[in-house]
C-alpha cells in the first residue's frame, strides 16, 4: 500500500509541474529596457534625429531623464523629452542634426516601486 500511494504522489506532482509549465506565462522584471531605437553600438546612415527607449513594467512619471551626448560630451538631443507610460512605456527625445561620429544616450527612469532603472546605449552616425 505505501509503494502505491507513493507512485499516485509522484504522478500527482509531475501532473502538477506540467500543468505549471503549460500555464505559466511569461515574465517581465519592471523597467527593464525592452528595445532601444537606434540600437545599442548601431551604425547608421539615415538617423531620423529621434532617439526612442522602450521599458517593460511600472515605468512611473517621477525624474524621467534622456540625454544625448557627442564624444566631447556635447548635448546634442534638444531637451524634449517624452515618457509615454503603458505596458511598455516609451521614453523618447529629439536631437539636433548629428554630424558622423559617435554619440551617447544616457537614460533613467524610475518604477512606480521606486526601481532606479538608469543605463547607457551608444550609436554612430556613419558618413
Known sequence: MHTETMIKAKHFFLELILLLAVFQQPA?????????????????SNFDRQVKLWFSGNVGDRAPSLVVLDDQGTRVDNADLQLTIDDRSELSATTKPLTPGNYIVRYRVVTEDGLVVSGISRFTIKP
Do not use: C, F, I
Open 28 to 44: 517581465y522584471a519592471e523597467g527593464v529596457l525592452m528595445k532601444a531605437q537606434p540600437r545599442d553600438n548601431a551604425a547608421v
